[in-house]
């Protein structure tokens, strides 16, 4: 079984650029979320996806939006990048059953901006 | 969204049990309580969960006060590798919600 995976590990861009960041769900799963960690904090929830579709998000902005891919594989776009989202991106999968979805994370891509 | 406490950080010898807590005194008759952990330099890992009863599986042990307003993970002997900080989540019956995570309990184990 497949683990969930990110690219890159780590990323540098200067502030007002874009970024895409991708995540490769769990085999069999059909969730995607997305999560910001700024250092020494928690992870905060971005938004999820499920079965390519928006579904729930936290407190971003627009420029914060993403897509999910039939394969279930999934982006987060950035724009207009500020210093604030100097931070560890998480991406997570899970598989929605109506009822519990132990959500299985990836380790990350570490963004800088500068 | 309901709110759990957590001490920032605990220490712990290797080899014993840890005993971490986590108040969520505004808790609902639905939401399951949850943790989750993270390990240096990756992402966080599920633990263990539970509504109403204690639960063991292999990695840990939930421990859900009569009450419901109060939980502790325990582990039951400690190995280096569990040095982590530890996420105590509520989440809603239907398990498609967003994890809400606080700052956690960073857990050191000294050897």
């Known amino acids: 079984e497949t683990g969930v995976t990110q690219s890159p590990t780590h990323l540098i861009k200067t502030r007002g650029q874009q970024v895409t960041l991708r995540c490769s769900s769990q085999s069999g799963h059909n969730t995607v979320s997305w999560y910001q960690q700024a250092l020494g904090q928690g992870p905060q929830f971005i938004f999820q996806y499920y079965r390519e579709e928006e579904n729930g998000r936290g407190n971003f902005p627009p420029r914060f939006s993403g897509l999910q891919f039939p394969n279930y594989s999934s982006e987060l776009n950035v724009n207009a990048l500020e210093l604030d989202d100097s931070a560890l991106y998480l991406c997570a999968s899970s598989y929605l059953q109506g009822r519990y979805n132990e959500q299985f994370f990836g380790p990350g891509t570490r963004l800088t901006v500068l | 969204d309901a709110k759990t406490t957590q001490p920032n950080s605990m220490e712990s010898n290797e080899e014993e049990p840890v005993h971490l807590p986590c108040n969520h005194s505004?808790?609902?008759?639905?939401?399951?309580i949850h943790w989750y952990r993270q390990l240096p330099s990756q992402g966080p890992e599920y633990v263990i969960h539970?509504?109403?009863s204690n639960v063991n599986n292999r990695m840990a042990s939930l421990a859900i006060a009569e009450d419901r307003k109060s939980s502790t993970l325990i582990l039951h002997r400690a190995t280096l590798r569990d040095a982590a900080v530890y996420y105590c989540i509520l989440r809603g019956l239907f398990g498609n919600e967003k994890l809400t995570f606080g700052t956690g309990t960073r857990l050191t184990i000294i050897p």
């Open positions: 539970g509504l109403t």
């Open positions: 505004t808790i609902s008759g639905t939401d399951y």
